[in-house]
């Protein structure tokens, strides 16, 4: 069973930086797929990274390439979001989740994802 929980949400100007962490105490996360997903009030929940569970491959959204970098480290059963440069419209509540299995078509659909976590707050202010 997986179980995530985000932490490291906060407030943070414009142009400041933030990590996001996602903690699994389960037995099973290293081998998982893992994506960062964000949701703005009133917008629909978009992708913002991915990375496969051997950290081999990374996958970013347009709007946070050169800015955001995902990172895991499977001996601690966490994956990371490396925020940088931080934008306003970058505010949503941000979400981990768990994918069996995913390919370059699939792993921005969040279908594609069996296990979430709670989701954490990021409010950037300009």
């Known amino acids: 069973q997986v179980q995530l929980v985000e932490s490291g949400g906060g407030l943070v100007q414009a142009g400041g930086s933030l990590r996001l962490s996602c903690a699994d105490s389960?037995?099973?996360?290293?081998?998982?797929?893992m994506g960062w997903f964000r949701q703005a009030p009133g917008k629909e929940r978009e992708f913002v990274a991915a990375?496969?569970?051997?950290?081999?491959?990374?996958y970013y959204a347009d709007s946070v390439k050169g800015r955001f970098t995902v990172s895991r480290d499977n001996n601690k059963n966490t994956v990371y979001l490396q925020m940088n440069t931080l934008k306003p419209e970058d505010t949503a509540v941000y979400y981990c989740a768990a994918a069996n299995a995913y390919d370059r078509t699939t792993y921005a659909k969040t279908g594609q994802y069996t296990y979430w976590g709670q989701g954490t707050q990021v409010t950037v202010s300009s």
């Open positions: 990375i496969a569970w051997n950290g081999g491959s990374t």
């Open positions: 389960g037995r099973t996360f290293s081998s998982y797929n």
